[in-house]
Structures are given as structure tokens and as C-alpha cells.
């Protein structure tokens, strides 16, 4: 069974950083695109970045300024995403997705599988 697990989600500072995390299991990572979403309390889930199938990355929304970066541990079949001068805009539950499709749309419909989220909170 395809398996996703967000973790690395806690209080920071405005300002502060983050890194989460996504463990990947169940199947070949070669096979999908990884993703991370961002919900914000009250908002729709959006799409922050993802690493297609073939390893190319793509950002979305705010993560096109340079805060965020997405990042791949093959080895540890892991997908991190680096969150960099935080604020309290970026709070809210972020979620890794992973869709058999080789690449990757900021759209929660061509998803298929979803971890459990991990919490982010920004105070300012």
C-alpha cells in the first residue's frame, strides 16, 4: 500500500524556518510525483511545490519567491520542503501528495494519495 508520512510540522517564530518532511513507502519512488499542499485554517488546500517523477521540481504561489525549496533523499525515499522566513500567512496544515502522473499540477484532484498532514504554527 502506498504510504505518506508528513512530519517536522511545530511552532516557529515569525521569520523562523522550517524543514518538513515526507517519507514515502508502498512504492517506487521513480513511479510518482511527490507533492506538499499548505491549508491554511478556513482556506482551500494549496499547492506549494513538488518533484515530478523524473526528478524535476516544480514551485507554486509564494514558493516562487525563493522561501521554499523542495528536496529528494532517494535513499531514505524522502521528500523534504525547506520553509524559510515564515510568517503567520504560512500556518496552517501542510500535506504530501503523490500521483502517478509524471508531473505534477497545483491541484488537489490529481492527487491520489495523501499523508496526514503536520501542523504549522507562526507566531508573530
Known amino acids: 500500500d502506498v504510504q505518506l508520512q508528513a512530519s517536522g510540522g511545530g511552532l516557529v517564530q515569525a521569520g523562523g524556518s522550517l524543514r518538513l518532511s515526507c517519507g514515502a513507502s508502498?512504492?517506487?519512488?521513480?513511479?510518482?510525483?511527490i507533492a506538499w499542499f499548505h491549508q491554511a485554517p478556513g482556506k482551500e488546500r494549496k499547492g506549494v511545490a513538488c518533484i515530478t517523477s523524473g526528478g524535476g521540481r516544480a514551485l507554486w504561489g509564494d514558493a516562487v519567491e525563493g522561501r521554499n525549496t523542495i528536496s529528494i533523499d532517494n535513499a531514505k525515499n524522502t521528500v523534504s520542503l525547506q520553509m524559510t522566513r515564515l510568517s503567520p500567512e504560512d500556518a496552517g496544515i501542510y500535506y504530501c501528495?503523490?500521483?502517478?502522473?509524471?508531473?505534477?499540477?497545483?491541484?488537489?484532484?490529481?492527487?491520489?494519495?495523501w499523508g496526514q498532514g503536520t501542523l504549522v504554527t507562526v507566531s508573530s
Open positions: 508502498g512504492f517506487s519512488r521513480g513511479d510518482y510525483a
Open positions: 501528495a503523490a500521483t502517478r502522473r509524471r508531473l505534477c499540477a497545483p491541484d488537489v484532484s490529481t492527487f491520489e494519495f
